[in-house]
């Protein structure tokens, strides 16, 4: 790549982190290199409803070359990260080509986290990407499908079941979406089974579901679950999961489909530059958000765990997006000469829904739950999302979906190997 003679800051993960890093360096003497595995810019707080076939996998991703198309001074590389030398001060791609930086800014999200029992992955999915969403979204529509040619009671009975493990909003909004599914949309579209005699478990190992929200609405949000008719199973963790199965307690399911939101385990950044990380593999950073012994290299979002105001700051797009931001500022303001700032993050709020009519919302100074909580946490989506014609086409997809219960992405597609699992 061409020396500018400029100062080169290289990104390393194309979202929320990544890309408002990248927005905030706007204007600044610098040229940046901008690294992803995949081509799209992700809003992944919506991944669930690709899942469940509310929404079309365009509707919450954007190519990043269009969103920085304006931007000369960004050069957008598609490619895998394996390494970085921080000696040599240059990042290494899967090909063994080299990138070299002045100032790093890692942004590479997290994975899916097992606690030590990897051999689940097969049997219990998780949703990271557009891949696990249109994954998942096939596995729940077969199950119907398979379910509609199976003479076998117990094995149908199965095929119907679906058990989603951990309580967090990506659970209680998987469990939800998936009970109203089966409920609602596919209702009348079968003719040999009834859709809405599917079983939905939630299972959390904690005392309750959205623990990280006040308890009242922790309380609301199981009350929502149960109307619903999701079961929810609560203090017993899952012990064995394997093909077909899923043990809590001294309780085995027997269940198709098993899906996976109980935990996060962050990218390989701290194996990348060898140093401190947490128990999930996060670096433990400075307070302005550089890795310790490395004040050119920084890592925000999911890579990091960092404590603001004496609060750890929680794994959400929105802290990601802040670190990004302060990242930028402090590159900019070691460029000026002046003395850079420490991060402060600023918590907006806690939000999830609950199927098509419920929702729990807490900003702090006002706590909503119901249906005027659903079009809240719906107005807050629309508003983040990228472009008005996806503002629209959501919010279309979904006044539908409130006004009929009827989901149109409800396609079973393959790859091109033709995998059908």
């Known amino acids: 790549m061409t020396n500018t003679g400029k100062h080169r800051v290289v990104i390393i ?3 929320f982190g990544g890309l408002s890093a990248a927005q905030a360096l706007q204007g600044a003497d610098v040229e940046i290199t901008l690294i992803d ?21 365009s509707e919450i991703a954007w190519p990043i070359r269009q969103l920085v198309r304006s931007r000369p001074e960004i050069t957008t590389l598609l490619g895998e990260v394996t390494g970085v030398d921080s000696a040599a001060k240059h990042v290494v791609l899967d090909d063994d080509t080299t990138v070299p930086y002045d100032s790093l800014i890692i942004a590479t999200g997290a994975r899916h986290a097992y606690f030590g029992h990897d051999d689940w992955e097969p049997h219990a999915p998780g949703l990271k990407s557009l891949e696990d969403a249109t994954a998942m979204r096939r596995q729940l529509l077969l199950a119907f499908e398979q379910a509609e040619r199976e003479a076998d009671p117990d094995k149908r009975k199965a095929l119907l079941t679906f058990v989603l493990i951990g309580g967090g ?27 809405e005699d599917a079983r939905v478990l939630l299972i959390e190992g904690g005392q309750r579901v959205l623990p990280n929200f006040r308890e009242n609405l922790s309380a609301y949000a199981l009350k929502a679950l149960q109307k619903l008719g999701v079961e929810v199973a609560l203090g017993q963790p899952v012990t064995q999961v394997e093909a077909g199965a899923v043990t809590y307690g001294a309780t085995t399911v027997k269940a198709a489909t098993i ?17 401190e990380a947490d128990r999930a593999g996060r670096i433990k950073v400075e307070p302005d ?14 890579t990091v765990t960092v404590v603001s105001n004496g609060k750890p700051v929680p794994g959400v797009g929105d802290a990601a997006k ?15 000469g002046e003395t850079p700032p420490t991060f402060r993050y ?4 806690d939000i999830a829904t609950i199927g098509r009519s419920a929702a729990v919302i807490d900003f702090g100074w006002i706590q909503l739950t119901g249906w005027i909580g659903w079009w809240a946490w719906g107005l ?10 996806n503002r629209v086409s959501v919010a279309l997809s979904w006044l539908w979906i409130y006004l009929t219960g009827h989901r149109s992405a409800r396609l079973i597609t393959y790859s091109e190997a033709g995998d059908k699992r």
Do not use: C, M
């Open 13 to 15: 993960g194309g979202g």
């Open 37 to 57: 595995r995949r081509n799209h810019h992700l809003f992944q707080p919506l991944l669930y409803q690709v899942a469940t076939t509310a929404l079309s996998p």
């Open 169 to 195: 909003p990506t659970g209680v909004e998987l469990a939800g979406a998936i009970i109203e599914l089966a409920r609602t949309t596919l209702r009348a579209d079968f003719r040999t089974i009834h859709p």
């Open 259 to 275: 899906l996976w939101a109980a935990g996060v385990l962050a990218s390989p950044a701290a194996k990348w530059l060898g140093v």
């Open 289 to 302: 958000l550089s890795v310790p012994g490395h004040p050119e290299i920084f890592a925000v979002g999911d």
């Open 322 to 336: 802040q670190g990004g931001r302060h990242a930028a500022r402090v590159i900019v303001a070691r460029l000026r």
């Open 346 to 349: 600023s918590h907006a709020g």
């Open 380 to 389: 807050a989506h629309i508003y983040f999302l990228i472009g008005i014609k």
